[in-house]
């Protein structure tokens, strides 16, 4: 049923059996005006015109005005949330606690929550006296709106027999507060029948459901008084519901609790389900169905090189922002410098210009770039000193020292004072324990650690220090869009960097040399870096095969946490080189590190394993056989590479029996292994590496494919300097 219709139905029974129950001089003033056909015809009609002024001025979504051409319904978007008990938040947990807890999590989420979510609108439901909070942009506003709708509904989820009556609390700034008074003005612009005394009536019988919306933007000079006010009129009116918001650190900043009989709840951070549910309810115009564009984003969203901007969708207010950039652009920008800036302005200044909030008087000496400059100085110490929590006296220490360097910063700020204004207005800095805070997502601390070290010129040390560091890899990517036309030297930078790590390693050169050389005239007509990363992942297979075969215990202990240094580097090259191969050679579908000496390897886990099964390496040889165009096509042909597939297939034929000892199986296992490296040009002693020959390729591959994705994110890379740049890649001068 149409919400209209069905509010209508629902909300004119109770507004009618108000009053008619009314007593008393508030009955007369209802009834006496009026018959009682009247009553009920002015009664319904006046039901009629709340329920259509409620749906165009409370659920009516729009956000963003240079982006959103024209609001959405409420009902057509809305998700549903879910709601945490204040005491299940790490309020009491230790800065060593809290960064072992979201380490330990493996997901980019600051949300430390022990307890199991609840259905928000349930909550509501049973719950007379509600306070909901959360940060800047979380929904609690949507929230309460939502809960009037429900309560409006015939058969809403609210359960209660009830009349919601919305109050934005930001709008009382005069210093005479009455909330009958506001309430009652709500119901009079309606045409409620004599709408002081109903008001009274409602209120006398328990039937209102009031809204508080905002208790954070009341102005600050009347926030004592409000709060008092509301008080009061709670426990005058006891019988009634009410449900009320306001923004986290406003509420825990107050001295005392502000409404003490009300249950505290949190707004929970959306999860996967509760985004993918907000994408598919946002993207469902017949075209986007047709389309599949919510599947399409959705998707998009889990890919690895989204996932800090797949944590900003967790956050409502900036999900709404990303779908807005891909509805308008049906991409998200590989650039992510300009998306992410574009996100801390709306946190920054413009979501609370939107709500024509009346800003902490700090703000009018405080402007938004100098608090960016701030804040970012603030992400990238503690990036350096690889804390994602700090604790609140050191943070303040930060700001007063900030202060204090700045020519032009207002005298009269202090470092607290200006902690607490970011936390209330903007919510970045977000206090996650007690006198314990962190950014409020990682994404964000991200970009302005970037921005630091863009401003502070800083890229030198960033790349000296940090470049193989993986915490760091996002940091990277947002400062190459930073640069605009000057990306390109910061990729050389890297580049030169990353040559140092095999430059100390004579084995090293000499493998990277060979890649360069092997491959230099190959039949393949694909870019020559991708030839040389996927020779480089080939002859990485066979090395992983070579310690096999020096030490069996490799095998079983590669993928657990017995597995030695130079095991687990030497597995991540490959990985990396494989990366560096797919990602260049878009348009060829075979994967050349994979089809080569596998069936080496199998041989060894038979050998090592007898469970495993015979007919298995003499499948992967004849696969290897067949593979050998996929390896012409990145090495040079020559008579043992021409050879190779006569080989294999004999090979094949000579397996072992089931039967066989495990000398036998090691025999037939060299024997495959002499065959590829003789067709390569390689040696065993070429692929041998020690820990610390197999850690400097592991750090000199991951550079190299951390670069190329510098390059995606880069604004603008001249053609002939990344042409020259990328011939350098992946090889070294003789």
């Not at 204090?404 to 800095?429: F, M, N, S």
């Not at 870019?527 to 990485?540: E, M, Q, V, Y």
């Not at 191969?581 to 000496?597: F, N």
């Amino acid at each position: 049923m149409p919400l209209i219709e069905s509010a209508i139905g629902g909300v004119a029974g109770t507004v009618i059996d108000t009053a008619l129950k009314a007593g008393g001089a508030v009955a007369n003033q209802i009834k006496g005006a009026y018959t009682e056909t009247q009553a009920q015809q002015k009664a319904f009609a006046a039901a009629q015109e709340y329920v259509k002024r409620y749906d165009q001025r409370h659920c009516q979504v729009k956000v963003m005005p240079g982006l959103m051409k024209e609001p959405l319904p409420l009902e057509d978007i809305y998700t549903a949330v879910k709601l945490l008990d204040e005491q299940s938040i790490h309020y009491f947990a230790g800065l060593d606690d809290l960064e072992e807890t979201y380490r330990a999590k493996g997901r980019r989420s600051f949300g430390l929550e022990e307890s199991e979510p609840r259905d928000g609108i349930q909550v509501a439901s049973a719950e007379q006296y509600l306070m909901v909070l959360g940060g800047p942009g979380i929904g609690k506003s949507t929230f309460l709106r939502k809960i009037g709708l429900e309560a409006l509904r015939k058969n809403g989820q609210i359960e209660r027999d009830c009349i919601p009556v919305l109050i934005e609390l930001k709008e009382l700034r005069d210093e005479t507060i009455d909330l009958k008074q506001k309430i009652a003005a709500e119901f009079a612009t309606c045409g409620f029948p004599e709408a002081d005394a109903f008001t009274e009536a409602s209120l006398a019988q328990g039937k209102l459901l009031v809204l508080l919306d905002g208790l954070d933007e009341v102005p600050t000079r009347n926030l004592n008084q409000v709060v008092e006010h509301i008080e009061k009129f709670v426990d005058a009116h006891s019988n009634n519901a009410f449900v009320a918001s306001c923004r986290t650190a406003a509420y825990r900043g107050s001295h005392g609790t502000f409404l003490k009989r009300f249950t505290d709840v949190t707004l929970a951070e959306f999860d996967d389900e509760q985004i993918e549910q907000f994408i598919r309810r946002w993207f469902r115009s017949a075209l986007d169905l047709e389309a599949g564009t919510a599947d399409i984003y959705w998707q998009l969203l889990q890919k690895d090189e989204h996932k800090a901007t797949k944590e900003l969708a967790q956050t409502p207010l900036l999900l709404t922002f990303l779908c807005l950039v891909y509805d308008r652009e049906n991409l998200l920008p590989t650039q992510r410098s300009a998306l992410y800036g574009k996100a801390l302005d709306i946190l920054l200044s413009e979501w609370a210009a939107q709500k024509r909030l009346e800003q902490d008087p700090i703000y009018k000496g405080f402007h938004p770039d100098l608090e960016k400059v701030l804040l970012a100085q603030i992400a990238y110490d503690s990036f350096e000193q690889d804390q994602l929590f700090f604790l609140k006296d050191d943070i303040i220490r930060r700001i007063s020292e900030f202060l204090a360097d700045t020519l032009d910063a207002p005298k009269h700020l202090d470092g607290a004072a200006v902690l607490r204004a970011i936390e209330r207005q903007q919510g970045i800095l977000v206090e996650r324990a007690t006198n314990i805070h962190s950014f409020s997502h990682l994404t964000l601390q991200e970009y302005l650690a970037a921005f630091h070290i863009k401003e502070e010129g800083l890229d030198a040390e960033l790349i000296a220090h940090h470049l193989t560091g993986r915490r760091w890899r996002e940091v990277f990517l947002l400062v190459t869009g930073l640069q605009g036309n000057k990306a390109i030297e910061f990729l050389k930078a890297i580049e030169t960097t990353a040559c140092t790590y095999v430059a100390k390693h004579p084995k090293l050169i000499t493998l990277v040399q060979w890649a360069d050389t092997s491959t230099i005239d190959s039949l393949g007509q694909f870019n020559p870096l991708a030839k040389r990363a996927a020779a480089i992942a080939s002859a990485i297979d066979i090395a992983i095969d070579i310690a096999i075969a020096i030490d069996s215990a490799i095998y079983g202990a590669i993928y657990s946490a017995s597995a030695s240094a130079s095991a687990i580097a030497i597995y991540s090259a490959r990985a990396i080189a494989s990366a560096i191969y797919s990602a260049i050679a878009i348009d060829i579908d075979i994967d050349i590190a994979s089809a080569i000496a596998s069936d080496i390897a199998s041989a060894r886990a038979i050998a090592i394993d007898r469970a495993s099964a015979r007919v298995s390496a003499i499948d992967r040889a004849i696969d290897r056989a067949r593979a050998i165009d996929g390896i012409t096509s990145i090495f040079m042909t020559n008579p043992q590479l021409a050879d190779l597939p006569s080989q294999l297939k004999r090979m094949s034929t000579i397996v072992p029996a089931d039967e066989a000892s495990t000398e036998d199986w090691q025999n037939w296992a060299n024997e495959l292994e002499a065959l590829w490296l003789e067709a390569l040009g390689l040696t065993q002693a070429d692929l041998t590496f020690n820990k610390e020959e197999a850690e400097a390729l592991q750090n000199y591959l991951y550079a190299t494919e951390l670069l190329l994705k510098c390059k995606d994110a880069a604004v603008r890379i001249p053609k002939q300097a990344w042409a020259e740049l990328e011939a350098r890649l992946l090889t070294y001068p003789s």
